[in-house]
């Protein structure tokens, strides 16, 4: 009950901002989002596996391994560590993301321009990130918004469905390479914000560009993701000159899928950073809550349901639709009530003496009964077995038969005499 109250506690403390991690705008106003993953591996050592990190806790990390993928931590000539990904490689967000949220990550120059790169609002795909586009320059596949460091120039490419393109993957690349600001040198800082209808890109916090995006909850014909896009987007240069307007972008309207994916090229990235909002917290804590909920695993239950229910109540209306797990919340609910209810002990039922017939023990009935009539109300017993020592008879038996045998004998013997 103590740890319950705490957890709870905690969530309220949270949900009130006492202890909320922000990030600020470059106007420097609050724009309430919540610091929940940051990575940068220093606490690692050269050439441990992306699975020994931290970055499973949020992202999925998965690379194909027959064709040589491997994604591990590596180490500068200047002692700095960061996580190398080589070759037929991929890390998404595990959970797409809904509302707004900010993405941030250190980058070295990418190899292969388009064969590497970022991936924003990304839909979630049946086919890799890293498989190719069937175009010439076979570049990945459903990146969303992909953007790859490349040169002095930050790539900004929006993907668009188009039944007649010539790929199988029946899209087009629309790519505008942007130049990087003035002293920007390798590593540099990338950073996407991304309030649900617009993303904002910077370079070490120089406003690069603006994805506008509009008309949600378009299905596209064939191709290789699942779910909703936006219907139409628009690029802008950071001066707010228009350089791209585009029909059926594949930029998810049902959530955000980030991270970043290589195919037949490295890519490194540092510092990770992401923040989100309040809705998307309450989705991971409802993720938290098991499939099922049994009796061996009810008090945690119990536990991770009051802390989703905190942060839900919490919430506006406007911010309770974006929760896309909330059905999962309340059929735990509803477990855990069914499974209390089932294990409470019955209880003896109150009985009305007006209404209810008289009754007598049956030890008084018994007691007060004839004895044959007692006997009836008895439960039958299984008769008992004496055992008798019959020895002594047996003794008693010979020796009154040696007697007779005995006497009989004397008796003819004196009749024969007389």
Same mark, same amino acid.
């Given at each position: 009950m103590l740890k319950k109250s705490l957890s709870l506690l905690i969530a309220l403390c949270l949900m009130a901002g006492g202890l909320m991690l922000t990030a600020f705008a470059d106007d420097g106003s609050d724009n309430g989002l919540i610091l929940i993953f940051e990575e940068n591996?220093?606490?690692?050592?050269?050439?441990?596996n992306v699975s020994s990190t931290t970055m499973p806790n949020f992202f999925v990390a998965d690379y194909n391994a027959i064709g040589d993928g491997v994604i591990y931590v590596q180490e500068a000539s200047n002692g700095n560590l960061y996580l190398k990904s080589h070759v037929f490689t991929q890390i998404y967000s595990a959970t797409p993301i809904v509302g707004a949220y900010e993405f +941030?990550?250190?980058?070295p120059e990418a190899q292969g321009k388009a064969q590497s790169g970022i991936l924003i609002r990304a839909p979630k795909t049946h086919a890799a990130y890293y498989e190719g586009d069937g175009h010439p320059d076979t570049s990945v596949c459903q990146g969303g918004l992909f953007l790859y460091p490349h040169g002095s120039t930050l790539g900004v490419n929006v993907k668009t469905y188009d039944e007649n393109a010539g790929s199988t993957a029946f899209l087009q690349n629309n790519t505008v390479e942007f130049p990087l600001p003035q002293g920007a040198a390798y590593p540099y800082n990338i950073r996407a914000v991304d309030t649900g209808s617009e993303i904002t890109l910077y370079v070490n916090?120089?406003?690069?560009?603006?994805?506008?995006?509009?008309?949600?909850g378009q299905v596209y014909g064939q191709h290789q993701s699942d779910g909703k896009f936006f219907g139409s987007a628009k690029l802008y240069d950071a001066e707010g000159n228009e350089k791209g307007s585009y029909t059926n972008p594949?930029? +998810?309207?049902d959530g955000s899928y980030i991270g970043w994916t290589t195919r037949v090229a490295d890519m490194s990235v540092d510092n990770i950073r992401v923040l989100v909002n309040q809705s998307y917290q309450t989705v991971l804590a409802i993720n938290k809550l098991p499939t099922k909920v049994t009796e061996k695993n009810i008090e945690d239950a119990k536990e991770l349901a009051a802390e989703?229910?905190?942060l839900y109540d919490a919430l506006t209306e406007e911010e309770k639709a974006l929760v896309i797990n909330f059905a999962k919340l309340t059929k735990a609910e509803e477990s855990i009530t069914e499974l209390e209810s089932a294990t409470e002990a019955p209880t003896d039922p109150v009985t009305d003496p007006e209404t209810e017939p008289e009754t007598r023990p049956v030890t008084e009935a018994v007691t007060n009964a004839p004895e044959s009539e007692a006997a009836t109300d008895e439960v039958p017993q299984e008769p008992a077995v004496k055992v008798i020592d019959d020895s002594l008879a047996v003794w008693i038996l010979i020796a009154v038969m040696i007697a007779a045998v005995l006497g009989a004998a004397g008796f003819i013997t004196v009749k024969v005499r007389k």
């Amino acid at each position: 009950m103590l740890k319950k109250s705490l957890s709870l506690l905690i969530a309220l403390c949270l949900m009130a901002g006492g202890l909320m991690l922000t990030a600020f705008a470059d106007d420097g106003s609050d724009n309430g989002l919540i610091l929940i993953f940051e990575e940068n591996f220093e606490e690692y050592e050269k050439d441990v596996n992306v699975s020994s990190t931290t970055m499973p806790n949020f992202f999925v990390a998965d690379y194909n391994a027959i064709g040589d993928g491997v994604i591990y931590v590596q180490e500068a000539s200047n002692g700095n560590l960061y996580l190398k990904s080589h070759v037929f490689t991929q890390i998404y967000s595990a959970t797409p993301i809904v509302g707004a949220y900010e993405f +941030s990550l250190d980058v070295p120059e990418a190899q292969g321009k388009a064969q590497s790169g970022i991936l924003i609002r990304a839909p979630k795909t049946h086919a890799a990130y890293y498989e190719g586009d069937g175009h010439p320059d076979t570049s990945v596949c459903q990146g969303g918004l992909f953007l790859y460091p490349h040169g002095s120039t930050l790539g900004v490419n929006v993907k668009t469905y188009d039944e007649n393109a010539g790929s199988t993957a029946f899209l087009q690349n629309n790519t505008v390479e942007f130049p990087l600001p003035q002293g920007a040198a390798y590593p540099y800082n990338i950073r996407a914000v991304d309030t649900g209808s617009e993303i904002t890109l910077y370079v070490n916090d120089t406003l690069i560009c603006r994805v506008t995006f509009a008309d949600p909850g378009q299905v596209y014909g064939q191709h290789q993701s699942d779910g909703k896009f936006f219907g139409s987007a628009k690029l802008y240069d950071a001066e707010g000159n228009e350089k791209g307007s585009y029909t059926n972008p594949l930029l +998810s309207s049902d959530g955000s899928y980030i991270g970043w994916t290589t195919r037949v090229a490295d890519m490194s990235v540092d510092n990770i950073r992401v923040l989100v909002n309040q809705s998307y917290q309450t989705v991971l804590a409802i993720n938290k809550l098991p499939t099922k909920v049994t009796e061996k695993n009810i008090e945690d239950a119990k536990e991770l349901a009051a802390e989703a229910r905190a942060l839900y109540d919490a919430l506006t209306e406007e911010e309770k639709a974006l929760v896309i797990n909330f059905a999962k919340l309340t059929k735990a609910e509803e477990s855990i009530t069914e499974l209390e209810s089932a294990t409470e002990a019955p209880t003896d039922p109150v009985t009305d003496p007006e209404t209810e017939p008289e009754t007598r023990p049956v030890t008084e009935a018994v007691t007060n009964a004839p004895e044959s009539e007692a006997a009836t109300d008895e439960v039958p017993q299984e008769p008992a077995v004496k055992v008798i020592d019959d020895s002594l008879a047996v003794w008693i038996l010979i020796a009154v038969m040696i007697a007779a045998v005995l006497g009989a004998a004397g008796f003819i013997t004196v009749k024969v005499r007389k």
